[in-house]
C-alpha cells in the first residue's frame, strides 16, 4: 500500500511539473482556424486587379483524419495568394521565440511555395503582398525537380538572408509540422513533423554580419614555401638496358595469309604491337618531399568591418503573420499556426493536433488513391480529381518562366 501511494504521489508531481511547464510558456498567437476566423484574417487585395488574386477554402481538404480539423487551402491554379492576421505586438528579446504551423500539399506540390511569414511594425493587410517586408519566412518550396528547400530567411536591415544550409524536404500529399526555434544565444533548431531536421548558430549560417576573421590581404607567400607535395627520389637509378627496350614488337600471334599476293602488296611483315615491357621514358619515381609546407594561405586577421551584434536574433515589432506565395498547381492547406515562447509547449501542440490525426489521414488517403485506381479501371465514378499520380505533371514552359521572373524578384528577393 506504502509503494502505491509512493507511486501516486510521483505521477501527481510528474503530471504538477509538466502542467506548471506549459501553464508557464506565452502564446502570443495561436490559430486552429475554427468558428470566428473570418474576423481574424483579412484577405489581401494583391493581385486583384490583374485577375490574378486566388481565392482560399475553408476545408479540412479531401482526405483528412478529422473532417473537423479544417485550414485554410488554396484553390486556383497559377495564382497569387496573400492573408494576414494581426495579434499583440512584441519582443523576442531575452526569450525564445518558436514559429510553428502544419501544411499539406493535397496536389502533390510541383512548383509553389507553403511557407509563412512574420511581419513587424504597421503594414496594411489590404495591400499585402510579395513586396512588403518581413521579419522571417519559414517553410518548404519548391519548382521543379531540383529546386526543393525549407526556407529559414531572416531579414535585417532591408535585406532577406537566406540559411546557408540546406534542411531536408519532405514532398508527399499528407500534413506535416514545420517548428523553427529561435533563442537568445542567437542559436537556432528547425523540426519536421517534432523531428529535429537542422540547427546551428545564426552567427554562423547567415551573412547577417560581415565574418568576424578574414584572410589578410596584405600578407604575401614567403619567398621559400615549398608547396610541392612530392619531389623526384634523387637516389632512384635508370635501370641497365632500360634505353634499349623497344616500345614496339612483332606480334608473335601474327602469321601470314595464305592467299597473300607478294606481287600486289609485296613482301608480307609482322605486324608490329605494343611492347608490354615498355614503361615508357624512364622518370625517378616521386618520394614525399619533406620540406613540403602545405598549400600556402594567408593568415586569418580580425575583420576590421566586423561589430558584434549581441541583439542578432531580436525582432522588436512583430505584429502579423501572413500567407503570401504563388502556386502553379493549387491545394496547399494551412493549419495551427503557433507562435509562442516554448519549444515544449509546441511539441505538445504538435503532438494534440498532427500526431492525432496523422495516422487517419494517411488511412484516408490510402482509401481515396484505391478508389481512384479503381476509377481509372472502370469501376467508378469521378475521383479522378481527389489525388494525382505518384509522379507530379509538369508546368507549362511559359509557368515555369514566368515563376523563374516572379522568383528573382519575390521569393528569391529573400
Known amino acids: 500500500m506504502a509503494g502505491t501511494k509512493m507511486k501516486l504521489s510521483l505521477v501527481g508531481i510528474l503530471i504538477f511539473l509538466s502542467m506548471a511547464l506549459f501553464v508557464a510558456a506565452e502564446v502570443f498567437f495561436e490559430e486552429r482556424f475554427d468558428d470566428g476566423w473570418e474576423e481574424r484574417w483579412v484577405k489581401s487585395d494583391w493581385k486583384k486587379s490583374e485577375n490574378m488574386s486566388g481565392e482560399w477554402n475553408h476545408t ?199 592467299d597473300w599476293n607478294v606481287v600486289e602488296k609485296g613482301e608480307w611483315k609482322v605486324p608490329m604491337i605494343p611492347n608490354p615491357q615498355y614503361k615508357g621514358p624512364w622518370k625517378p619515381k616521386k618520394i614525399k618531399n619533406p620540406e613540403y609546407k602545405g598549400i600556402w594561405k594567408a593568415p586569418m586577421i580580425d575583420n576590421p568591418e566586423f561589430q558584434d551584434d549581441p541583439y542578432i536574433y531580436v525582432y522588436p515589432n512583430l505584429r502579423y503573420v501572413g500567407i503570401e506565395l504563388w502556386q502553379v498547381r493549387a491545394g496547399t492547406l494551412f493549419d495551427n499556426i503557433l507562435i509562442c515562447d516554448d519549444p515544449e509547449y509546441a511539441k505538445k501542440v504538435a503532438e494534440e493536433t498532427w500526431g492525432e490525426i496523422k495516422d487517419a489521414e494517411k488511412v484516408a488517403f490510402e482509401k481515396t488513391k484505391k478508389l481512384k485506381e479503381e476509377e481509372e479501371n472502370g469501376e467508378h465514378g469521378t475521383l479522378a480529381d481527389d489525388i494525382d499520380d505518384d509522379e507530379p505533371d509538369h508546368e507549362e514552359p511559359d509557368w515555369e518562366a514566368k515563376l523563374r521572373e516572379e522568383d528573382e524578384g519575390k521569393h528569391d528577393e529573400l
Open 60 to 258: 479540412a481538404g479531401k482526405w483528412s483524419g478529422d473532417p473537423q480539423d479544417k485550414g485554410l487551402q488554396t484553390t486556383e491554379d497559377n495564382m497569387h495568394y496573400a492573408i494576414s492576421a494581426e495579434f499583440p505586438e512584441f519582443s523576442n528579446k531575452d526569450k525564445t521565440l518558436v514559429f510553428q504551423f502544419s501544411v499539406k500539399h493535397e496536389q502533390k506540390l510541383n512548383c509553389g511555395g507553403g511557407y509563412m511569414k512574420l511581419i513587424n511594425d504597421t503594414i496594411n493587410q489590404q495591400t499585402f503582398g510579395a513586396h512588403t517586408p518581413y521579419s522571417i519566412m519559414f517553410g518548404p518550396d519548391i519548382c521543379g525537380d531540383t529546386n526543393k528547400r525549407v526556407h529559414v530567411i531572416l531579414s535585417r536591415n532591408g535585406k532577406n538572408n537566406k540559411i546557408k544550409k540546406e534542411i531536408p524536404f519532405i514532398n508527399d500529399q499528407l500534413t506535416h509540422v514545420y517548428t523553427l526555434v529561435i533563442r537568445p544565444d542567437a542559436t537556432y533548431s528547425v523540426l519536421t513533423d517534432n523531428e529535429l531536421k537542422q540547427s546551428g548558430s545564426i552567427y554562423d549560417d547567415w551573412d547577417i554580419l560581415p565574418p568576424k576573421k578574414i584572410r589578410d590581404p596584405d600578407a604575401k607567400k614567403p619567398e621559400d614555401w615549398d608547396a610541392k607535395e612530392f619531389i623526384p627520389d634523387v637516389r632512384d637509378t635508370k635501370p641497365e638496358g632500360y634505353d634499349d627496350i623497344p616500345s614496339e614488337i612483332p606480334d608473335p600471334n601474327a602469321k601470314k595469309p595464305e
